[in-house]
T-cell receptor
């Protein structure tokens, strides 16, 4: 089955700097890769996702890159702000009906003022 | 906007009790999921359902059961609660889109403590 690893487990950056979180997956059949942000005491919320037919996707300060050959994908946050502080989860899923997400263990990002 | 409502934010129960966690969604999504979230372990899938009266085991189903009598409601049942089931429980829904897997939408979670 699928196994998703996520690094680092904690990350501290200065406000305005960039943050990068990397996930690796094991199942080459995985084709859908969402990223979730979970603020303290709140529900995980989708912030960006990517499918295997593209290598990069960007939404304002957030971007995700995918390397299917190496089986890894990364979340990039530029110009970080204090409200970016949260736990971020990656997930991988085969793009087939009936297959489920496998989540990474999460990265706690702290943006220091 | 998808609304996923979990019946309780905080719950305290005793060892051996039968515990029901309820989840209701308003978007007519076919797929519903129950996860537990523990520090350092991320989200682990307990059970899921792709249709009414249908259920499938996830990665950690032991000690749990589920019920889906109506499309909008997915219940998680702890048959005889134990202290190692103290955790945050998250319900999620997903539309079975024609393009393959779709994003999952989460409820606010239930923090369950078993004493």
């Amino acid at each position: 089955g699928e196994n998703v690893e996520q690094h680092p487990s904690t990350l501290s950056v200065q406000e305005g700097d960039s943050a990068v979180i990397k996930c690796t997956y094991s199942d080459s059949a995985s084709n859908y890769f969402p990223w979730y942000k979970q603020e303290l005491g709140k529900r995980p919320q989708l912030i960006i996702d990517i499918r295997s037919n593209v290598g990069e996707k960007k939404d304002q300060r957030i971007a995700v890159t995918l390397n299917k050959t190496a089986k890894h994908f990364s979340l990039h946050i530029t110009e970080t702000q204090p409200e970016d502080s949260a736990v971020y989860f990656c997930a991988a899923s085969p793009d087939n009906y009936g297959q489920n997400f496998v989540f990474g263990p999460g990265t706690r990002l702290s943006v220091l003022p | 906007d998808v609304k996923v409502t979990q019946s309780s934010r905080y719950l305290v129960k005793r060892t051996g009790e039968k515990v029901f966690l309820e989840c209701v969604q308003d978007m007519d999504h076919e797929n519903m999921f129950w996860y537990r979230q523990d520090p350092g372990l991320g989200l682990r899938l307990i059970y899921f359902s792709y249709d009414v009266k249908m259920k499938e085991k996830g990665d950690i189903p032991e000690g749990y059961s589920v019920s889906r009598e109506k499309k909008e409601r997915f219940s998680l049942i702890l048959e005889s609660a134990s202290t190692n089931q103290t955790s945050m429980y998250l319900c999620a829904t997903e539309s079975s889109g024609a393009e393959g897997n779709q994003p999952q939408h989460f409820g606010d979670g239930t923090r369950l403590s078993i004493l």
